[in-house]
């Protein structure tokens, strides 16, 4: 049905209330060229009045317009503005659809002002002002202080060409107001508006997100359960998110950086807890790697550099360990140079450096790989053994205790064994140290049983199979019979020998597990990862990109391994056990050769771990070996590692904590350019699961949730061919405790809604129509009208309004109202809040346009 204006009157702005108190919704329409207002009585079944019209003048172009009581009569009152005359008019109403002119107020030379609304910001009953001025770049703020009575408008800046593109809110300063935060995608930053609490806002503060960052997502949460609200931003081109730390009084720390993935343009990001752990977690919707990654919240250790050691005698570093050769209490470090055949001893001082390095030959063509220490010639003084491939021996280098060392005695692994790696016990228990040594070259493993006087009996070996190229050895009593027991690492076969001792140094026939096909593990830890008391087995799988566990039953066996990603291309080389964040857990450092960084693997408690942070080794360094140790006496762990490529030793200090690790991704199809996500419990199995919307593929993505924030592959439902989906928000439409999903379709203007059947399944209930060339972008869920029943309000982009649906708890909607902001606006994104304590759900708009944000307020 249609209704006139006027001719060549160019209705714009429309705004609905009941203007006569009879329970019917009228309609009040501005005109651009007509110079006047038109207001349009409703009959309550759907019709209207003819128009009638409330002049201005005929020089004005009237744009926005608010409905409200501005003089306390009980009677509804409208203010428009004036684009071209840079003023705003009240008029009056006598509660029968009828107005008068009343007041009027300058907002200054060029201001133009545009789109107009009201609230209460001072949590009285002192009605405010806001309008946006276009011609001046400002907000200007007017406050009543008599009825009907307003003071000199305030105006905020939004800066200079920011492209605001995604807004939020929330209490940063704990002062009970809600404020509102803006990323800048033009200007890389982020801008905070305080909420004054007595009509104003403070001018923003702004903190940058770094250069070329282009921030185009903004969230708000209490990352660190300090119980302050923290920031967390999406930036698109250094493919990262930023995490502010809010202190709860209007500051914040300097943002924290976490990668996203190489060429991943992040788009969008969300916050829960996948892993039930009590901590924050992230989605974040990849548009360049068609992926969604998760960062699971943890306490991850961090760390600093530090220095670099280097001779230029020495070459190939390949393992290193850490002890005090010189008894002055501080740790040194002593590591195998297999390239230049020496070992090279660097003498700490307690601050994270040390000395020169020295030197000691171990032969020529010696090739030394493993070493490790004790004192084998009871002097008190720390000696060094030494496995040498090349020359098919080990050999002892007898420490002096103060750093030097004597020169080598050696000891034959057999003909062409070409040990790989030597580990010290005593396998018989007869109170002298033993030497179990992994013999690549010969498939087995060998052990010589101590004597007296730096003697040890003939070798004995043990198969390790045909092929199976034994690269690393560790002991311990797996089976808790008092007998030392031997796990070994096979390189060739991609598994892991248990030997079981049971006395006199010899040992049950070997039980064999698989690392994975082709893993080719390269070194091998031993500890309790799950906190039960039994013995658990870590191995570096170098050709898997991953470490292994395999858990310890008490009695000897395993568990099959249970692969944990070391990241792409890492080829980890070597892995230790230790805490690393003081939570009684044990962690894995792992030297990744193949992407040229260190990484702590940190437990859980139950032999799942998550991937904190690398730290890069340098460009090309090829770390081979890593030893862990306080270097600076500081209680916090630190970790040097052999760099084999660069010839160096490289030294990383523990230094505090980090909030997250290594993203998580999980893939999509090729295309799918996820735009947005959201997180809720789709199948009622107390996991959050991730809802995306895939706008090169047009669908949404469902991943439902498992235990320690592990996803299933992801289900996806047609959104229709074109449709390209920009947002998606989660909420129960139809009131059966089931979450359901609602998407907006920037293409074929309209959302859709997917009622949830309670097990992670969706089928589509309806599409609604957001209006032609409407393109609309964010949805949001609330309930607008205090019905306790979710509503949705959408921002179009396409045609620069607001649209609202109301929900009838059944799953659909009706209703719509339509709030326009004005040309060139583009709202790109929503946040909802009750801004000014009244009980209603205001929005806040991020206005790419025009660089600024707006609000509405909701007046019952």
Not at 135 to 157: D, M
Not at 170 to 177: A, E, P, V
Not at 198 to 224: E, H
Not at 284 to 291: E, F, Q
């Amino acid at each position: 049905m249609m209704y006139y204006v006027g001719s060549f009157s160019s209705p714009n702005v429309i705004r609905l209330a009941d203007l006569t108190n009879d329970n019917h919704l009228d309609i009040v329409v501005t005109t651009l060229d007509g110079g006047f207002v038109g207001v349009f009585l409703g009959y309550g079944n759907g019709t209207f009045q003819e128009i009638t019209i409330y002049w201005v003048s005929f020089t004005s172009s009237l744009y926005g317009i608010a409905i409200a009581d501005f003089n306390n009569d009980y009677r509804l009152d409208f203010v428009v503005a004036d684009i071209i005359n840079d003023k705003i008019i009240i008029f009056y109403g006598y509660g029968n659809g009828s107005f008068q002119l009343a007041r009027t107020y300058s907002t200054g030379f060029g201001s133009n002002p545009y789109a107009i609304t009201t609230a209460k910001l001072r949590n009285s009953n002192q009605i405010n002002i806001i309008v946006t001025l276009w011609g001046t770049g400002n907000v200007g703020v007017l406050t009543e202080y008599v009825a009907a009575e307003f003071a000199n408008q305030e105006t905020y800046s939004t800066g200079s060409a920011p492209q605001p593109y995604s807004v939020t809110v929330g209490n940063f300063n704990d002062d009970n107001y809600i404020d509102i935060v803006i990323v800048n995608s033009g200007s890389d930053n982020l801008d905070i508006l305080f909420n004054s609490g007595n009509g104003t806002f403070k001018t923003q503060v702004t903190y940058s997100l770094g250069t070329n960052s282009y921030p185009r997502y903004v969230i708000a949460g209490d990352v660190n359960k300090d119980y302050y609200l923290d920031i967390v931003t999406v930036n698109s081109k250094n493919n990262s998110i930023s995490v502010l730390l809010g202190y709860g009084n209007r500051t914040f720390d300097i943002p924290r950086m976490y990668s996203t993935g190489e060429n991943s343009y992040p788009l969008a990001v969300a916050m829960g807890d996948f892993n039930n752990d009590n901590r924050s977690d992230l989605v974040i919707a990849n548009a360049g790697t068609d992926t969604i990654g998760v960062l699971l919240g943890f306490n991850y250790t961090s760390f600093q550099s530090g220095n670099t050691y280097s001779s230029n005698n020495t070459q190939g570093p390949q393992k290193i360990i850490t002890c005090d050769f010189n008894n002055d209490k501080y740790l040194d470090v002593a590591v195998t140079f297999s390239s230049s055949n020496n070992i090279g001893i660097l003498l700490g001082y307690g601050n994270a450096s040390f000395g020169t390095m020295m030197t000691y030959s171990t032969g020529t063509n010696s090739t030394p790989q493993s070493l490790a220490v004790y004192d084998f010639n009871n002097d008190g003084q720390l000696d060094i053994v030494v496995a040498n491939s090349g020359t098919d021996d080990i050999g002892i280098l007898l420490g002096y205790g103060n750093g030097s060392f004597s020169s080598m005695i050696r000891y034959s692994t057999g003909k062409h064994s070409g040990p790989a790696a030597v580990v010290l016990t005593d396998i018989n228990n007869d109170g002298r140290i033993d030497i179990v040594v992994a013999n690549y070259a010969t498939d087995n493993i060998g052990i010589l049983l101590g004597r007296d006087n730096l003697t040890f009996n003939t070798i004995m070996t043990y198969s390790t199979g045909d092929n199976s190229l034994p690269i690393s050895v560790d002991v311990s009593d797996f089976d808790n019979d008092g007998q030392m027991d031997i796990v070994v690492a096979n390189h060739g076969t991609s598994s892991i020998t248990i030997f079981l001792g049971y006395e006199n140094g010899r040992f049950t026939t070997q039980v064999n597990y698989s690392t994975g096909y082709q893993s080719w593990p390269s070194w091998i830890t031993i500890g309790d990862f799950n906190r039960d008391n039994r013995l658990d087995i870590a191995t570096s799988n170098f050709n898997l990109n991953s470490v292994g566990i395999f858990l310890g039953y008490g009695n000897g066996a395993f568990t099959p391994a249970t692969i944990f990603s070391t990241g792409h291309g890492s080829a980890p080389q070597h892995v230790e056990a230790r805490d690393f964040n003081n939570d009684g857990i044990l962690d894995i450092a792992v030297a990744n050769y193949g992407s040229n960084n260190i990484v702590v693997l940190f437990g859980v408690g139950d032999g799942s771990f998550l991937l904190g942070t690398p730290y890069q080794t340098g460009p090309g360094s090829g770390p081979w070996g890593l030893v862990i140790g306080d270097f600076d006496n500081d209680t916090k762990l630190d970790i040097a590692v052999a760099n084999h490529e660069s010839n160096n030793i490289y030294i990383v200090l523990g230094y505090g904590q980090e909030l997250y690790g290594s993203v998580t991704l999980y893939s999509m199809d090729f295309g799918s350019q996820p735009y947005s996500v959201a997180i809720g419990d789709l199948n009622n199995d107390g996991q959050s699961d991730i809802v995306v919307a895939n706008y090169g593929t047009d669908n949404v993505g469902i991943a439902l949730g498992r235990s320690h924030g592990v996803f299933d592959i992801i289900r996806t439902y047609s959104t229709g061919v074109g449709s390209a989906p920009y947002s998606v928000a989660i909420a129960d439409f139809n009131n059966d405790n089931r979450l359901d999903i609602v998407v907006s379709n920037s293409e074929t203007d309209n959302i859709a809604i997917l009622l949830g059947s309670g097990n992670g399944t969706f089928v589509t209930r309806a599409t609604y129509s957001t209006g032609a060339l409407s393109r609309p972008y964010t949805v949001a869920i609330a309930d607008f009208n205090n019905d306790h029943i979710p509503d949705i309000a959408i921002a179009n982009s396409g045609t620069n309004n607001i649209l609202l649906l109301y929900g009838y708890g059944n799953g659909l909607f009706g209703n719509e109202t339509i709030y326009t902001l004005g040309y060139g606006y583009l709202p790109y994104s929503l946040a909802i809040q009750d801004f000014n304590q009244d009980g209603w759900m205001g929005i806040a708009i991020a206005c790419y346009g025009t660089d600024h944000v707006e609000t509405l307020i909701e007046m019952c």
